[in-house]
């Protein structure tokens, strides 16, 4: 193998679209030779096949463990002999392990090189979880949305309010009782259903 | 209240002592303010407890042996001074492997030394027939499992890395995976035996307590650095764990237990199936066929909550025997001194409780003796090759 070409590099991802990321983002830095995988069956025959020189997972997939093997006096034709980046690199392994990735790397690469593949996979798993977050939170507000619009129409009917009504003494009764409005929207659902 | 721990675990009934302790408020009773992280892999166990993310952890006792003598890793010292579990985990077998296992059998079933010849045979007639060779799943390199597995299986002639194939598989997957034919076996601990059989889709041909009546199963993992700087919080933890399982153990608390490890976002199953452990009550077949045994996972009895430096030298022992290192004097001191009864006994004093009978008690071979491992691993046919 020589380390001065780009080292080939394994994304195990059930994530297509931070694989995606990832990759987009070796592949900008000059990292030429990067290869995804998403399908968990199988993983190490196809690492095996692959022969990279790194590979980039999640920690949040199980199947890390079963990379484990790779260290074992195994019938692989050429393992891996260490993970994350070093012993002595703690700040590294920690940054690594805090942004939820992890490298296990064949011996043989240049320690400044590991570093910085590692710093931007975990730059890019960390605005990956940024985008993920904000994803969550538009999609709780749609589905209060949601939940505020059947509240008004109940209250529409029942008490024979027009829309705005209905809106404005729903954000009053959550001002009064310093809660979300959503929460009292949620309320007005649970008592109809219950009331049925 | 001391400062804020973060103890690591993995969705597994072995870890209830743990999260028994902490639900029950037996944690914060003896001043710990303890958050458990359920955790997805023991790689992440491991990492995180290494690199100090987490103060102590479940896990598997072959990792923390591992772990201080740097092997498959980072060399990092672990202490662990309280035993989580003995045994607790189980050999399935798909459907299609138990007709062909039960048509091959040569005596009583429930003897793993009848079953790990009929093993052998299935083996050699599939080798002879072309077909491929099994596939055994089990949880980690460094786990029970794989040493329990091999026990067994070498026992009867099979080399479990010549004649079959063994695959790390995490727990969650096992039951997915004989399903759809990806293993054909596997060795996990609870509830994952349970939910196949279950299922439907896997008999459980023997508990682990079939092939050894004794095996430390997980401890509670401390890094050996931080243990020596915090020595007061390690008698607490070990205090509220040990009453943990002692609250576990006293049959009108299990279904209380149970109801506790049954919580998503503790072991997350129904918590009838993790009665079912608890009580080692197990159905071991589709067609509704019950096993009992009160031998199937100790959680607080038989002192299975003192750590023994003996087990630990057994596992040190099996490590060698497949591979994984060189014997060496001072290897096994390492290992052995992992275990810590003496900081145990000086957490609980009298109380902690001693076993009459402790042995390995494994079902075939000599007596384990860790004065001298060399000539115990001389006396195994398999490997084939010489250890």
């Not at chain 1, 954000?171 to 009292?184: C, L, Q």
């Not at chain 2, 243990?227 to 009108?252: C, T």
Request: aromatic share 6%; net charge negative.
């Amino acid at each position: 193998m020589s380390a001065e070409q780009s080292p080939k590099i394994v994304i195990v991802d059930e994530s297509p679209i931070r694989a995606a990321i990832l990759e987009e983002g070796l592949r900008e830095a000059g990292y030429t030779s990067v290869v995804r995988i998403s399908e968990m069956q199988s993983l190490l025959a196809r690492i095996y096949a692959l022969d990279p020189d790194i590979i980039v997972i999640d920690l949040e997939n199980p199947s890390r463990d079963i990379l484990e093997q790779m260290f074992q006096v195994s019938r692989a034709v050429r393992r891996p002999i260490a993970m994350f980046v070093d012993q002595s690199d703690a700040a590294s392994i920690q940054a690594s392990v805090d942004a939820g990735v992890s490298a296990y790397i064949v011996d043989g690469l240049k320690k400044e090189r590991i570093k910085s593949i590692l710093d931007l996979c975990v730059s890019r798993f960390n605005a990956f979880s940024k985008l993920q977050d904000e994803l969550d939170r538009t999609k709780m507000a749609l589905e209060e949305r949601k939940v505020i619009d059947r509240a008004k129409g109940i209250l529409m009917k029942l008490k024979g309010l027009t829309e705005e009504e209905a809106y404005v003494l729903m954000r009053s009764t959550a001002m009064r009782e310093k809660k979300k409005i959503g929460e009292i929207a949620q309320s007005i659902l649970t008592a109809s259903e219950l009331l049925k | 209240m001391t400062t804020p721990l973060h103890i690591g675990f993995i969705p597994l009934v072995d870890a209830a002592s743990l999260i028994v302790a902490v639900d029950k408020g037996f944690c914060a009773e003896e001043g710990l303010d303890v958050t458990l992280v359920r955790e997805v892999s023991w790689s992440n166990v491991r990492d995180k407890l290494n690199i100090g993310l987490f103060e102590a952890a479940h896990l598997l006792a072959p990792v923390a042996i591992a772990s201080s003598l740097g092997l498959g890793h980072v060399k990092v010292p672990i202490t662990a001074p309280f035993n989580l579990g003995i045994n607790g985990n189980a050999i399935t077998v798909s459907p299609a492997l138990h007709v062909a296992i039960m048509a091959e059998i040569d005596g009583a079933a429930a003897d793993p030394l009848v079953t790990a010849r009929a093993l052998a045979r299935v083996v050699a007639k599939r080798r002879k027939a072309g077909a491929e060779p099994l596939t055994f799943g089990m949880t980690f390199p460094f786990s029970t499992h794989n040493y329990q597995l091999r026990f067994w299986m070498a026992a009867g002639g099979v080399d479990p890395d010549e004649d079959v194939h063994l695959v790390v598989l995490p727990p969650p997957y096992m039951v997915d995976s004989i399903t759809n034919g990806h293993v054909d076996a596997f060795c996990v601990g609870a509830p994952w035996n349970s939910i196949a059989v279950d299922r439907g889709v896997g008999h459980i041909l023997h508990f682990v307590s079939d092939i050894l009546v004794r095996a430390a199963e997980k401890v509670l993992a401390i890094r050996q650095s931080w243990s020596e700087k915090n020595p007061a919080v390690v008698v607490s933890l070990v205090r509220a764990a040990k009453r943990a399982a002692e609250f576990i153990e006293e049959p009108g608390n299990r279904a209380e237990a149970a109801y506790i490890l049954a919580q998503p976002e503790r072991v997350g199953v129904d918590a009838e199936v993790i009665q079912r452990t608890l009580d080692g009550r197990l159905k071991i077949s589709p067609d509704g066929t019950i096993r009992e045994s009160a031998r199937y996972l100790l959680v607080g009895r038989e002192a299975a909550t003192r750590p023994d430096p003996l087990q630990a030298a057994w596992l040190y022992a099996q490590m060698a025997r497949w591979g994984q290192t060189a014997v060496s004097p001072e290897a096994l001191k390492t290992a052995m001194a992992v275990f810590r009864p003496d900081l145990y006994d000086a957490a609980l004093g009298k109380s902690g409780g001693a076993a009459a009978d402790t042995a390995i008690g494994a079902f075939t071979g000599p007596v384990f003796d860790p004065e001298d491992i060399k000539g115990y691993l001389h006396s195994f046919d398999i490997p084939r090759r010489a250890p």
